[in-house]
């Protein structure tokens, strides 16, 4: 008899997990460390905001898709964004209730990054052009959290140790997840011919956007945590250097790849991780309906 929620790579299975994290995470749960702690709760905002733009980028081109398996795939890769949106966002008041002002930041990032910069590409580059290069804005950060998840789910680079249980638990979900959907707008773009300028393009906005609103709002929420004082801040950035050296040498090697014309996500040897993880951790899911 077939196993129930067997991870079949390449057909993104849309899960609906229970984490019970309301309320039940500790306020710096990325191993007691503030600075992490706070560039992650910048991803718990940064990340559903982004996760609308993969699925509004991806809808552009949906009906110009003819090839069953790749439509059923779009399907799963919107089910389970919707998912990550959704969970995330489950922790927002949780957040708040520990003073980080999550909703203050989502709507200033919100604005800036899909009306201000988003709307000036839109006008600037006309709609068709625009939408491709939507598109490859998301296939850009997709391959980002398919080798983040890499690394935070490598049993050897051990990222998450002394991480609290219940966040390293949605953590891990997600991770996983985007390990299973990696190849699913990149297909898509293949599919449209975007071409290697509009591909290649959409890593650099890609990367700023990433690394400019994970920034800001982890800087936004370490000035404002009552709980630290400044002078705290430099002991625990170093607390994390080595693991910081450590994830990055892994990670850029990894991402430089995306700029080769014959890069696909399915070169990345990673699948094993996502295949191992639900296999293990079937007890946080209930099969989507
Ligand atoms: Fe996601
Ligand atoms: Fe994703």
Redesign the pocket.
């Known amino acids: 008899m077939a196993k129930e929620n067997v991870i079949q790579m390449n057909m993104p299975q849309v899960r609906r997990p229970e984490f019970g994290l309301e309320q039940n995470f500790t306020k710096y749960y990325a191993d007691g460390n503030a600075v992490l702690t706070q560039i992650l709760n910048s991803l718990h905002v940064v990340f559903p905001e982004g996760?609308k733009l993969?699925i509004r980028s991806v809808k552009y081109f949906q009906d110009e898709i003819k090839d069953p398996q790749l439509k059923a795939r779009i399907k799963g890769f919107i089910g389970?964004?919707t998912q990550?949106m959704a969970q995330h966002e489950k922790i927002w008041d949780t957040l708040e209730s520990q003073g980080v002002n999550v909703r203050e930041y989502d709507a200033w990032y919100s604005k800036n990054a899909y009306e201000t910069v988003e709307g000036t590409i839109r006008k600037i580059f006309g709609e068709e052009t625009y939408k491709k290069l939507a598109l490859s804005v998301t296939c850009a950060l997709?391959h980002y959290?398919a080798t983040l998840a890499e690394v935070a789910m490598d049993p050897e680079l051990n990222a998450m140790q002394g991480f609290d249980e219940n966040m390293k638990a949605l953590l891990m979900w997600h991770a996983a997840e985007?390990i299973e959907?990696k190849s699913v707008a990149f297909d898509v773009m293949k599919q449209i011919n975007s071409g290697e300028v509009i591909k290649n393009a959409g890593m650099v906005i890609g990367t700023w956007a990433l690394l400019w609103y994970g920034a800001v709002g982890a800087v936004k929420f370490l000035a404002e945590d009552k709980d630290i004082k400044l002078t705290d801040i430099p002991a625990s950035i170093a607390e994390k250097a080595p693991l910081t050296a450590k994830l990055l040498a892994a990670m850029v090697p990894k991402l430089v790849q995306y700029f080769r014309p014959d890069f696909h996500p399915d070169q990345m040897n990673n699948d094993y991780l996502a295949t191992e993880y639900f296999d293990k951790n079937q007890k946080f899911f209930q099969k989507a309906g």
């Open positions: 996760e993969f389970q964004e990550h997709e959290t985007e959907h």
